[in-house]
């Protein structure tokens, strides 16, 4: 029941952003707010359970990644770093700023989120540089990069303002990272 509240909560979340009420999520599971209620205190629980269903979600998506025996190093890391669950297409990520007006330990958890985890990765860059695919570089300077890139899509203004999705601007972001932006000779 837990797991398919927080689905419902996420496709509400998807189309209504923060905003959303107990109402819209109890129309959108066919059940009573009552209902959701005994699984869920208060909304602000349900926005921190959601975050880390959420993140869940992506952690999982990044094993199938990491542990796939047909994809080198570099394929991973660039696969990991672009993972997103089926169900965030479509999804405002531009919302997620609202969030942190409204829910801030739902917000708090976020950043928290964003900031763990990085095991896998740290090891497919070491890996990399191991196998002289990937030239040495400071790992924590790399998270600082990529965090704070994921962080300003998920919270700024600029997916929006440039008229462009989340999946797309992350691909851009993990292109520039991993291939620069020098053009290669052939």
């Not at 992506?58 to 997103?84: A, C, M």
């Amino acid at each position: 029941m837990n797991e398919r509240i927080l689905e419902g909560a996420l496709n509400v979340f998807k189309a209504k952003g923060p905003k959303f009420t107990m109402d819209d999520l109890a129309a959108e599971m066919k059940m009573s707010k009552k209902t959701i209620y005994t699984v869920f205190s208060d909304k602000n629980e349900l926005m921190c359970e959601m975050v880390d269903y959420a993140f869940n979600t992506i952690k999982e998506e990044e094993d199938k990644v990491y542990y796939n025996d047909g994809l080198s190093t570099v394929e991973k890391l660039r696969g990991i770093l672009v993972v997103l669950p089926e169900n965030s297409y479509g999804f405002d990520y531009a919302a997620m700023q609202q969030m942190a007006e409204k829910f801030p330990m739902a917000h708090e958890k976020l950043n928290n989120r964003l900031e763990s985890g990085w095991e896998k990765t740290f090891d497919l860059l070491n890996r990399g540089m191991a196998e002289g695919k990937i030239r040495k570089i400071n790992l924590e300077i790399f998270k600082l990069m990529y965090g704070s890139s994921v962080e300003r899509l998920l919270m700024g203004d600029f997916l929006k303002s440039s008229n462009m999705d989340y999946p797309k601007a992350l691909n851009e972001v993990v292109e520039v990272l991993i291939d620069g932006i020098l053009i290669k000779e052939e």
